[in-house]
């Protein structure tokens, strides 16, 4: 079992599952989101993933004119786990306990929109756009 927190600690989850696989968005949107070079998630069935508490913390945005939406923590602001599509949820990995120890970076999103001072250093297979699993 798996778990996770916000900075706070107000909101937290668990992982019934071991992960291995890291996803990196590179594309303007999740840069935005995060004020960094993109995003490292993992993705989890819905089936798998339980809020422990703060549930009613977390808050959502959806960005006008794009099929995308954003949850975090409404005390800290803490990227939190969100709907990835009808059966998955995926996790920002920044958010995992120590425990999280196979996790690799595995494949490179929408590297076509990168920002120019991104560099892509490690294994990861890199994917124009979006990963076709």
């Known amino acids: 079992m798996l778990k996770g ?8 989850f668990e992982i019934a599952m071991d992960l291995k696989d890291i996803y990196v968005c590179h ?6 989101w995060s004020g960094n070079n993109g995003v490292a998630v993992s993705v989890v069935p819905k089936d798998r993933f339980k809020w422990s ?6 808050a959502s945005w959806d960005k006008p004119d794009a099929d995308w939406q954003s949850w975090f923590c ?3 602001g803490s ?8 059966m998955n949820m995926f996790i920002p990995v920044g958010l995992l ?5 196979n996790l690799e970076v595995s ?15 490690d294994k990861g297979k890199q ?4 990963f076709q699993g």
């Open 97 to 101: 306990s120590e425990d999280a120890k």
């Open 127 to 130: 994917h124009k756009r979006e």
């Open 27 to 32: 594309c303007s949107i999740c840069r935005r």
């Open 107 to 121: 494949h490179h999103i929408w590297v076509d929109s990168k920002a120019a001072w991104d560099t892509i250093c």
């Open 74 to 76: 409404q005390i800290c």
């Open 79 to 86: 990227a939190l786990p969100g709907n990835n599509d009808d």
């Open 53 to 58: 508490s703060g549930q009613e913390k977390v």
């Open 5 to 12: 927190h916000c900075n706070c600690g107000a909101v937290s």
